[in-house]
Nanobody, 124 residues
Framework: LQLVESGGGLVQPGGSLRLSCAVS????????IGWFRQAPGKEREAVSCISENDRTTYYVDSVRDRFIISPDNAKNTVYLQMNSLKSEDTGVYYC??????????????????WGQGTQVTVSS
């Protein structure tokens, strides 16, 4: 299982970015795929997860109604559309394949593999 993130960058508050997580080695319905982020001096936290196995999604409360996670099974890629970005969304965003069949168990300790991360900076 390998994961490669892309799409990070610098954006002003209120702006949007779309992150991509290209998954290789397994189809998307084999693992739950999650997005996590880590800000300087803070622990890595779950942002959003999606399970093609049981068709569930999870969002942390702070991004609900602003971020959308979606799969493209043809490209074996999971996207995270981030809208109305805030400065507190700044951090390194990682995607991971999780050893769980449901998105409800969206936790860093469930990860079987991690991508290399992509920096998201929200600043004016």
């Amino acid at each position: 299982l390998q994961l490669v993130e892309s799409g990070g960058g610098l954006v002003q508050p209120g702006g949007s970015l779309r992150l991509s997580c290209a998954v290789s080695g397994f189809p998307l319905d084999y693992y739950t795929i999650g997005w996590f982020r880590q800000a300087p001096g803070k622990e890595r936290e779950a942002v959003s997860c999606i399970s093609e196995n049981d068709r569930t999604t999870y969002y942390v409360d702070s991004v609900r109604d602003r971020f959308i996670i979606s799969p493209d099974n043809a490209k074996n890629t999971v996207y995270l559309q981030m809208n109305s970005l805030k400065s507190e969304d700044t951090g390194v965003y990682y995607c991971a394949g999780l050893r769980t069949v449901t998105a409800a168990e969206c936790r860093p300790r469930s990860a079987a593999a991690w991508g290399q991360g992509t920096q998201v900076t929200v600043s004016s």
